[in-house]
């Protein structure tokens, strides 16, 4: 099965700074790559995500890449801000249309502190 | 926001008892997952559902089971068989794109903590 793994477990940035974190994937087949913000107690909640057709997704301060040869994709986070601090999530899956069901596989989480 | 609904938001479970957790969502989402978060860890599936009356089972099903009678409903089941249950249990759906329906990502309630009495 897919296993993903994330690094760093914990980054600490200066406010303004940028944070990136960093997801590898072991499935080829895999074409969905989410990312969640998780707040302490709180649901994780959808930031961005990107589909394997493209290389690049921007949203405001928040940009994520993937290189499918590599096999890996990462969060950028620009001029980040104290409310930036939460744990990040990232995942992959195969996500199929037509088909129900879309398993996906967590990375182990990175704590983000911004420090003002 | 309000469209996962998960209850309670606490729960205490005793020794050698079943307790049930509850999932609505009312997204006419296809699909439904059990996830479980131990503390500074990722989520691992338990069950998830592609369909009403049709689930398979996730990373970590054993000691857990589930039903999905209704397209809204997706009941979790912590068995006395778990002997570990203490941990945050989150449920989500989402809906694949099709010929009708816009692809939807997943999205998630905002969970039920269960710890053992």
């Known amino acids: 099965g897919e296993n993903v793994e994330q690094h760093p477990s914990t980054l600490s940035v200066q406010e303004g700074d940028s944070a990136v974190i960093k997801c590898t994937y072991s499935?080829?087949?895999?074409?969905?790559f989410p990312w969640y913000k998780q707040e302490l107690g709180k649901r994780p909640q959808l930031i961005i995500d990107?589909?394997?057709?493209?290389g690049e997704k921007k949203d405001q301060r928040i940009a994520v890449t993937l290189n499918k040869t590599a096999k890996h994709f990462s969060l950028h986070i620009t001029e980040t801000q104290p409310e930036d601090s939460a744990v990040y999530f990232c995942?992959?899956?195969?996500?199929?249309?037509?088909?129900?069901?879309?398993?996906?596989?967590f990375g182990g989480g990175t704590r983000v502190l911004v420090k003002p | 926001d309000g469209g996962i609904t998960q209850s309670p938001k606490y729960l205490f479970r005793k020794e050698g008892q079943n307790v049930t957790l509850s999932c609505e969502q009312n997204?006419?989402?296809?699909?439904m997952y059990w996830y479980r978060q131990d503390p500074g860890q990722g989520l691992r599936l338990i069950y998830y559902?592609?369909?009403?009356?049709?689930?398979q089972k996730g990373d970590i099903a054993e000691g857990y089971s589930v039903s999905r009678e209704k397209k809204e409903s997706f009941p979790l089941t912590v068995t006395s068989a778990q002997k570990n249950p203490t941990a945050f249990y989150l449920c989500?759906?989402?809906?694949?794109?099709?010929?009708?329906?816009?692809?939807?990502?997943?999205?998630f309630g905002d969970g039920t903590r269960l710890s053992i009495l």
């Open positions: 995942a992959a899956s195969i996500r199929l249309i037509k088909a129900a069901g879309n398993k996906l596989t």
């Open positions: 499935d080829s087949a895999s074409n969905y």
């Open positions: 990107i589909r394997s057709n493209v």
């Open positions: 997204l006419n989402h296809d699909a």
């Open positions: 559902s592609q369909i009403v009356n049709d689930f």
């Open positions: 989500a759906s989402d809906q694949p794109g099709t010929g009708n329906h816009k692809d939807q990502p997943q999205h």
